[in-house]
């Protein structure tokens, strides 16, 4: 850790030099995914799921408020490195040096199961949602009329979600450095964890048992996965202490 103690102030003033540069960084992002935004909004019009659909503008501003979103988006995405990495600048000074590389590492990681999990939600679930409900729809005599909105955002609140979802194993590795969770506490609760889970499941798929069982697999091996990773930084906290104790 360093040996300068911060004030109140000293901290403020750094963080708001922390968001200053997410800021501006996002402002600039906005603008530069203004390039992306056309060619990623046709290309999902084309995939299999969208291009048996008519899209239809019920509002002279839903083009404007869909091409706004992705933009946002894909902002939001493309900031993401950098809101993670002024995180770790400004609580690694409370750090020691070891911590500080190891905290650091969780930034690639956490973008990797964030795109994780969008990729598995748009490649793997999606289309299933989309088939139960055209077949739904069939089976009811229902003939349906897609607004472009409304399709839009569906796709993004199904989608989005689940890379935050992929983020357990580094929420869990980061609580358990902290002390604040243990393997065992894990393992332990493990029944109820799969129950949440199981809810979370029903709650973010339609009532259709295969897509909730084609959920609940990857949350499953993601909580599995969650107290091996656990286990692993546990074993470091217990080590570390030791050293500190021997140093004491």
């Known amino acids: 850790m360093d040996d300068k103690e911060m004030s109140v102030y000293e901290h403020l003033g750094e963080l708001r030099k922390r968001l200053i540069i997410?800021?501006?960084?996002?402002?600039?992002?906005?603008?530069?995914?203004?390039?992306?935004?056309?060619?990623?909004?046709?290309?999902?019009?084309?995939?299999?799921?969208?291009?048996?659909?008519?899209?239809?503008?019920?509002?002279?501003?839903?083009?404007?408020?869909?091409?706004?979103?992705?933009?946002?988006v894909i902002a939001f995405i493309l900031t993401s490195p950098v809101l993670l990495y002024q995180i770790w600048a400004f609580v690694s000074p409370g750090l020691y040096e070891k911590e500080r590389r190891i905290t650091l590492s969780y930034i690639p990681i956490s973008i990797f199961l964030f795109l994780a999990g969008v990729g598995f939600a748009y490649f793997v679930l999606f289309p299933f949602v989309v088939r139960f409900m055209q077949n739904l729809a069939e089976r009811l005599g229902i003939h349906q009329v897609i607004g472009i909105n409304e399709y839009f955002q569906f796709l993004l609140q199904l989608v989005l979600p689940f890379g935050i979802v992929f983020q357990l194993p580094v929420v869990v590795m980061f609580l358990t450095r902290l002390g604040l969770i243990t393997p065992m506490l894990l393992v332990k609760?493990?029944?109820?964890a799969y129950l949440v889970l199981l809810i979370l499941a029903a709650i973010i798929?339609?009532?259709?048992?295969?897509?909730?069982?084609?959920?609940?697999?990857?949350?499953?091996?993601?909580y599995e996965i969650s107290i091996w990773i656990s286990k692993m930084a546990y074993r470091k906290v217990l080590l570390a202490r030791k050293e500190q104790e021997n140093l004491s």
């Open 22 to 72: 997410v800021v501006v960084f996002f402002v600039i992002a906005v603008v530069a995914s203004f390039f992306f935004v056309e060619p990623v909004i046709l290309y999902l019009q084309q995939t299999d799921e969208a291009k048996e659909l008519t899209m239809n503008a019920f509002r002279l501003t839903d083009p404007v408020k869909i091409y706004f979103q992705f933009a946002f």
């Open 189 to 192: 609760v493990r029944k109820y």
């Open 205 to 222: 798929t339609p009532p259709d048992v295969l897509s909730q069982i084609i959920v609940m697999i990857p949350l499953s091996v993601l």
